[in-house]
């Protein structure tokens, strides 16, 4: 018995070494030490055994069994080494090549312009006031002193919706309204920018929708001089502080007196090119002051408050800043485009 048990341990051992892969090692040990092996089954026949013999065959049998035990684990931890090794062979990693770098995104070019403009609004005291892009008729036209029928509505062509009354506003002036509304009787310093929109034809100078950037001031005594002073400070700090401006008599239903504002024209210096259509100014925003029905519809009574109001096309001032060619530029997401600024 103990003959074949030493001759079971060397069978065993000489097929352990021959071993190289986790799997046949599973398979090795339930051979060695299953249910089936000679292991197993010499301690079960122990009692069958004369007594003399049984303390040695039992001794050998568990000695085997010990040994065969080291011998596995041994050889095991040695197959994992390998096979971490092989793999690691196998599926190198070059963890000295440089990364992929990352592109670096940046701000369209309207919304790096109107930050721009904010900030210069913001240190001259106004404070940004966001106004909704879908607007009743009546915000957009009537309160701003425009009744159904008037025929100055003809100056804004204008998107309705199937909801009647219900409108996309062509402009920020409503936002006038929803400011008055909300803060009277504060007085008022601020801008309303947003995207607008207009049902005409696309051309290299007119889009449906472009932004505008509204600016309101009410209070008390506040006088054309105010408006003046303070939109000509506006231009020189986005344009430089040389610049000059002029003001033309226009007309807005809801502001009176009403006027337009030009720039010098930054491209020929005043003296007329095709930029300026030879007038040697660029025309940069609409404002008056603010109509006494109008002021009356945000809540303020004219005979104590006045106020003056203006609107402006930063795309327009960035076309002329940068001198881009086409306004469907900013929303046709040319990257060749867009990526030069
Ligand atoms: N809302 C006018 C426009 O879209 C501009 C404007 C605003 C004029 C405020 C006067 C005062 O053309």
Partial sequence: ???????????????????????????????????????STALGELGKLPKEERPAVGKRTNEIKRALEAAF????????????????????????????????????????????????????????????????????????N???????????????????GIILRTHTSPGQIHAMRELYPDP???????????????????????????????GKGIRMTDLKGTLTDFARRMFGQTVRTRFRADHFPFTEPSAEMDVECFVCGGQGCP??????????????????????????????????????GPERMAMLKYKIEDIRYFWGNDLRFLEQF
């Fill in 1 to 39: 018995m103990i003959d074949q048990l030493n001759q079971f341990e060397q069978a065993a051992l000489a097929r352990l070494s021959g071993l190289a892969e986790a799997a046949a090692l599973q398979a090795w040990k339930s051979e060695t030490f299953g249910k089936q092996s000679l292991l």
């Fill in 73 to 144: 684990a041994e050889k095991e931890s040695a197959v994992r080494a390998a096979e971490l090794e092989r793999s690691l062979r196998a599926e190198a990693l070059d963890v000295t090549l440089p990364g992929r770098p990352l592109r670096r995104g940046r701000l369209h070019i309207a919304n790096q312009n109107l930050r721009q403009i904010y900030s210069i609004w913001a240190d001259m005291g106004f404070q940004i006031y966001r106004s909704r892009e879908v607007e009743t008729d009546e915000y957009n036209f009537g309160l701003l």
């Fill in 146 to 164: 425009m009744p159904p029928h008037h025929p100055a509505r003809d100056m804004w062509d204008t998107f309705h919706t199937p909801t009647p």
């Fill in 188 to 218: 008022i310093r601020v801008i309303l920018p947003g995207m607008v929109y207009r049902y005409e034809q696309i051309t290299v100078r007119s889009e449906i929708q472009f932004n505008q950037i509204e600016g309101l001031a009410v």
């Fill in 275 to 312: 930029v300026c259509k030879q007038t040697g100014w660029l025309e940069i925003l609409g404002c008056g002051m603010v109509h006494p029905a109008v002021l009356k519809n945000g809540g303020y009574d004219p005979r104590v408050y006045s106020g003056f109001a203006f609107g402006m």
